[in-house]
């Protein structure tokens, strides 16, 4: 049994999820959390959307990891809904002691409970220890990304 609570986040979450996107050398780069404006304006776009999930793993009172599940249906594979895990963020005095493993199975059964065939995320190229956890977690580097900043 797990001592913390996945739930749907609030707004309250926000400054918290926001301090988790800017605590690392990616992040720290193209965070704001000193202005939380614009995170508040998503935050009310992400909780009007149904097909959205962001969520927050709490301990104690205090939230500790957080992950974006957005459910997708599709025409490609004879008409298959799919799931995408975004900006999934674990507190750092957290790490290594498998509080992303259970949030990425939450994320995992959420997808299959909304009737998903398939599971999908990216992660920057240069996060070698993500790209082993999630290997690890039995998801597969299949393709390959890209991008165009507008």
Do not use: N
Not at 18 to 34: I, N, Q, T, W, Y
Not at 71 to 94: M, N, Q, W, Y
């Amino acid at each position: 049994m797990s001592d913390f609570e996945i739930r749907r986040a609030t707004a309250d979450d926000i400054p918290a999820i926001v301090a988790m996107l800017a605590d690392d050398p990616l992040g720290a780069r193209r965070e704001s959390p000193d202005d939380l404006d614009p995170y508040q304006a998503a935050f009310e776009r992400i909780d009007r959307d149904p097909g959205q999930r962001l969520v927050v793993a709490v301990r104690d009172g205090r939230t500790v990891g957080t992950l974006q599940l957005t459910v997708i249906p599709g025409l490609s594979r004879r008409g298959a809904t799919r799931s995408i895990i975004e900006s999934v963020r674990i507190h750092s005095d957290e790490r290594g002691g498998g509080l992303g493993t259970q949030l990425i199975q939450w994320a995992v059964d959420e997808s299959r409970r909304a009737g998903c065939v398939l599971v999908q995320l990216t992660s920057d190229a240069t996060r070698t220890d993500a790209h082993r956890f999630y290997e690890r977690l039995g998801f597969e580097a299949s393709h390959v990304g890209f991008k165009l900043a507008l």
